[in-house]
Nanobody
Framework: QVQLVESGGGLVQAGGSLRLSCAAS????????MAWFRQAPGKERGFVAG????????DFADSVKGRFTISRDNTKNTMYLQMNNLKAEDTALYYC?????????????????WGQGTQVTVSS
């Protein structure tokens, strides 16, 4: 059974940092891309950052470029999202997801597995 467990969310002041982790189990994920999405109240779930199967390629939403970095450790089946210079508009429930392709997609429909989410709240 595939399971994705996010951790690392919390309450932080604007300008602060958080590091999210996504631990995957149930199969090998080193052959597929992974990504972070987020959903704020009243908004659709949107792409934040993605990383290809080897960790060599990354992609970011324009709103987080220069502030967030994404990485993965395939030996640990774990993905990370380092979030710096957080803003109030980053407040959302953050989800990790596993793509059905080795390469990043920004479309939710391309992702087969999802975690339960971890809440990030940024106070201004």
């Amino acid at each position: 059974q595939v399971q994705l467990v996010e951790s690392g969310g919390g309450l932080v002041q604007a300008g602060g940092s958080l590091r999210l982790s996504c631990a995957a189990s149930g199969r090998t994920f080193s052959t597929v891309a992974m990504a972070w999405f987020r959903q704020a109240p009243g908004k659709e779930r949107g792409f934040v950052a993605g990383i290809d199967y080897r960790g060599a390629g990354t992609d970011f939403a324009d709103s987080v470029k220069g502030r967030f970095t994404i990485s993965r450790d395939n030996t640990k089946n774990t993905m990370y999202l380092q979030m710096n210079n957080l803003k109030a508009e980053d407040t959302a429930l953050y989800y990790c997801a596993v793509c059905r392709s080795p390469y990043i997609s920004t479309h939710r429909d391309e992702y087969d597995y999802w975690g339960q989410g971890t809440q990030v709240t940024v106070s201004s």
